[in-house]
C-alpha cells in the first residue's frame, strides 16, 4: 500500500536512507531535516512524501516542486529497505509519483544522482524506469564526483 508519510514515519524513513549506505552522516542529517520541515508543514506546497507500508514501511520517496520552473519537478529521495529490494516497491514509488504530478499538470520529472560506481545500480534504475541521462556536471560532489541527471517527460 502507498501512503502519505506521516509524522510518526520519520525513525523508520532515516533508518531507511541509512540503511541504503547512500549518505553520508552530515547528509542524514539533512535528510532527516527535510523531512521534520515537511511533517510540521514548512515547506511549500506540494512537497510529498509518500511510503509503501507492508509488513512495515518498506521504500519511500520524496518529491517536490523545482523553483522557478513550470510544471517541472525533482524527485529528492527514493530508497527500497535491503531485504525489500526487486519487490517492485521503487517502480510503484516512481509510477505513484508520475501519476500524481500528471494529474496536477506536471510536464518533467527530474533526478540527480552521483556518477561513482555506488550509484551505478540507481543510474540503471532510472534508465530502467524511462529516465534518460540529460546532463552531467563533472566533479561536482568531488573531485570525480559528477552529478549526473536525469529527466523524464510527463506529456
Known sequence: MIRPAAKDDAPLL????????????????TFA???REYADGALG???????????????AAYY???MMSDG??????IGVRGAARRRGYGEALVAETERALREGGARMLLVE???????????????????????RIRDFYGPGQDKVIFRKSLL
Open 14 to 29: 532515516l533508518a531507511l536512507a541509512r540503511e541504503t549506505a547512500m549518505f553520508s552522516d552530515d547528509e542524514l542529517e
Open 64 to 66: 517536490a516542486p523545482e
Open 113 to 135: 544522482t552521483s556518477s561513482i560506481e555506488q550509484f551505478v545500480p540507481a543510474r540503471r534504475f532510472y534508465a530502467k524506469n524511462g529516465f534518460d541521462e540529460e546532463a
Open 72 to 77: 517541472v519537478w525533482n524527485l529528492y529521495f
Open 33 to 35: 531535516g527535510m523531512f
Open 45 to 59: 506546497p506540494g512537497h510529498a512524501w509518500i511510503v509503501v507500508e507492508e509488513e512495515g514501511l518498506q521504500a
